[in-house]
């Protein structure tokens, strides 16, 4: 099924996002993770993409055991920075041999050393691409806090517009810790003609180290009560654990009292995590 009408079908979607083995490490050891994180029922499930194509092989091998082991409609992340049209037809064809239809477009990080072909350089041009090749369904990224290479916050949405143009047809957010944040970034989308579906990106944070280092990574800026929540619980695991489900729980719950029906939980391939958020919300979910 194309994600694009599971967001147009469903009132209420909840979805999750895994990352696979690193290129080497056998699919085997992610099996029981992935089956655990299918049994929740979530809407769909992600696998990312390692940068450069660093784990394509196990992105692709991860997102048939989803789909079609598993039976949950798996979306296949590709970046396309430092690849060339060969490399990306034939992970395409790979896609498609597996009956894999949904695919989210990123450009990617740049490798430390650097790039040998600059065939693409904006997700834009790989969701071109995508869809010169088969009829997938292609989602792409958005920055509610606006990205770190944007000028100001209205390049970063005129470059969510080239995305549209291209054949993009839903987004996925970054992260976010302040609801706010999101409400102020869609209205901005939709007085730029901006309407497509929208998944909202939370992070439940158990750990306070990862999540100081993915903030200086992305830009995304933590508020006072979140701040808060690091500072008086970072050096007890199993309260920073507890603190952070509860807090992801309440940004959800606020998202969909406030009319945000799609929310995507980046799960860190930890299904306790997803499993406890899901067991909170089990009657807002229905």
């Known amino acids: 099924m194309k994600i694009i009408d599971i967001l147009n079908a469903k009132k209420i979607t909840v979805s999750c996002e895994l990352f696979p083995p690193k290129a080497g490490t056998p699919l085997s050891d992610a099996k ?19 940068a450069g194509g660093t784990t394509r092989d196990n992105t692709v091998e991860v997102a048939n055991e989803i789909q079609n082991v598993n039976g949950i409609t798996a979306l296949a992340h590709l970046t396309c920075i430092g690849a060339d049209a060969k490399a990306i037809n034939s992970v395409l064809d790979e896609l498609k041999a597996k009956n894999i239809t949904n695919i989210l477009a990123l450009r990617g990080d740049m490798p430390p050393e650097g790039c ?38 209205q390049d970063d949405i005129d470059s969510l517009k080239i995305k549209i143009d291209s054949g993009c047809s839903f987004l996925t957010t970054q992260m976010f810790f302040d609801n706010n944040v999101l409400y102020n970034f869609m209205f901005r989308l939709l007085k730029n003609g901006i309407n497509v579906p929208v998944v909202a990106g939370i992070m439940p944070v158990i ?58 939980v980046y799960t860190m391939n930890k299904p306790d995590i997803a499993e406890r958020i899901m067991s909170n919300l089990s009657e807002i979910f229905e």
Request: glycine letters at 6%.
């Open 32 to 50: 029981n993770m992935i089956r655990e994180i299918a049994e929740l029922k979530p809407s769909f499930m992600s696998v990312t993409y390692g």
């Open 207 to 264: 750990n306070a180290k990862q999540i100081e280092r993915i903030c200086s990574l992305s830009g995304t800026a933590l508020p006072p009560r979140f701040r808060a929540i690091v500072d008086r619980f970072a050096d007890n695991s199993a309260a920073m654990k507890q603190a952070g489900i509860a807090y992801a729980t309440e940004q959800i719950i606020d998202l969909i009292a406030n009319g945000v029906n799609h929310i995507h």
């Open 116 to 153: 040998t072909t600059n065939e693409y350089i904006y997700a834009s041009q790989l969701t071109e691409a995508i869809l010169r090749h088969s009829d997938f369904c292609v989602g792409g990224a958005c920055y509610p806090e606006g990205h770190l290479e944007s000028k100001t916050l």
